[in-house]
């Protein structure tokens, strides 16, 4: 029988007791402090990829997974607002990532992000596997209420029996939905 070979060995610390000083102590600190506590929420705003078809101007596009962003979710919304200077919309077949939120404040921008003014949460569409369900939307690329928040459709309205999202509350086991 052949004796094992360890593939991994304990190592002893690398730093010399000379080279971990206050300074050394206080840098890792703040290091770890902010790596912990530097986003509160998901990250959103990054240029992502959305699939092989170009969306039409009108269309909104929900692509997940979409391996470009943190949250595994890419959105583009139709462009209804003029662009604010320094602001950029996703051409081709580009969106930004985007999380679920409840929000404004779940959505943290990306510093890299072509969206300037930031992000607010709304409900993108009322269609498909992703109606009614609350996403970080770019404020450049959409028109903004008065009241400071995206109106819910009404095809959205849970109290509504013949809106048949099967997002919305209550519609577990009826019209089909699991």
């Known amino acids: 029988m052949t004796k094992a070979v360890p593939l991994t060995r304990v190592h002893r610390l690398i ?48 692509a997940s997974p979409s391996l470009d962003c943190v949250t595994r979710t890419c959105l583009r919304v139709p462009l209804t607002n003029e662009l604010p200077a320094g602001s950029m919309y996703p051409g081709g077949t580009n969106g930004l990532c985007t999380a679920e ?24 569409t009322k269609v498909g596997p992703f109606c009614c369900k609350k996403f970080c939307i770019c404020k450049d690329y959409v028109m903004i209420p008065d009241s400071g928040e995206l109106d819910t459709p009404q095809a959205c309205d849970p109290t509504n029996n013949d809106n048949t999202c099967c997002n919305l509350s209550g519609r577990a086991g009826q019209n089909g939905c699991p």
């Open 15 to 62: 730093l010399s007791a000379t080279m971990i000083g206050r300074r050394h102590v206080a840098w890792v600190g703040l290091c770890a402090a902010l790596a912990v506590g530097g986003c509160s929420g998901d990250p959103v705003g990054r240029i992502c990829d959305l699939g092989t078809a170009t969306p039409e101007p009108s269309e909104v596009v929900v």
């Open 101 to 124: 939120c409840e929000a404004d404040s779940d959505c943290d921008r990306v510093p890299e992000s072509p969206c300037i003014t930031g992000f607010t949460c709304g409900i993108a």
